[in-house]
């Protein structure tokens, strides 16, 4: 039996938080809740949960700023977020304050369940390993390196903070140089769930975020590339 996985759910409609708890407990995970945003930083922060469900529109403090504030404590808990269908900016918000993932209402729970699922173990496979030297990590190109130990990546020797997502896109486009990969393609081999639509602009987003944290110009990029039409690529001359 594998060890039991905590979900924090943060959201302030009580009858979302009673059919999300009860369905999750279905699948053996343990929940824990909070109704405002402060409440749910706190939890987040005494509860060490293994994945944050986190609604938008929440009292005291919304769900980007909590989503923004874990991750500027380096918290790399994946985070979905729980946005109403009509408000399209905010997924493209959400990825942008360090989200993970997100769902719109209503949701199908077989898809928030597989969400989940595919969400934590993506971190289960990446489990925080002892932090390692630079030194050990393997050169990828130019003076980018990546500990696949650590899961660190370093720039000039110097270590870059990346959330576990753009981490995956890196070392998935990277173990394979110079190969393109549609947006679809991505959604499928690094986001783990195979679903096309307005939901490939994730792609964007993230790439978008990875190539402004490895990129010495992300305008004008020399790692991660974009072939027009086609899709994404790892450059290695
Ligand atoms: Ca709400």
Redesign the pocket.
């Known amino acids: 039996m594998a060890e039991e996985k905590t979900v924090l759910i943060v ?3 009580k009858n979302i938080v009673d059919i999300l708890r009860f369905n999750l407990q279905k699948e053996h995970y343990r929940t824990c809740e909070a109704y405002d945003g402060e409440d749910g930083l706190g939890k987040a922060r005494a509860e060490k949960p293994d994945l944050i469900l986190l ?4 009292p005291k403090m919304n769900g980007f700023d909590v989503c923004k504030a874990l991750r500027d404590e380096g918290d790399n808990v994946p985070i979905i977020i729980l946005t109403a269908r009509e408000e399209e900016e905010d997924k493209v918000k959400g990825l942008e304050t360090g989200a993970d993932d997100y769902i719109t209402k209503p949701f199908s729970m077989r898809e928030l369940i597989a969400r989940v699922g595919a969400n934590i173990r993506r971190t289960a496979m990446a489990a925080p390993a002892a932090a390692a030297a630079a030194d050990s990590a393997m050169p990828v190109a130019g003076d980018l390196s990546i500990n696949t130990d650590s899961h660190q990546v370093f720039r000039s020797g110097k270590a870059i903070d990346l959330t576990q997502r753009e981490y995956e896109l890196l070392t998935f486009l990277a173990s394979h140089p110079n190969k393109v990969y549609s947006r679809v393609d991505l959604m499928e081999q690094v986001w783990n769930y195979g679903y096309v639509g307005d939901d490939v602009r994730t792609v964007d987003v993230t790439v978008r975020r990875l190539r402004e944290k490895i990129e010495e110009n992300p305008a004008s990029p020399q790692f991660i590339l974009t072939r027009r039409g086609a899709g994404y690529y790892f450059a290695v001359s």
């Open positions: 959201e302030d409609e609604d938008v529109m929440l």
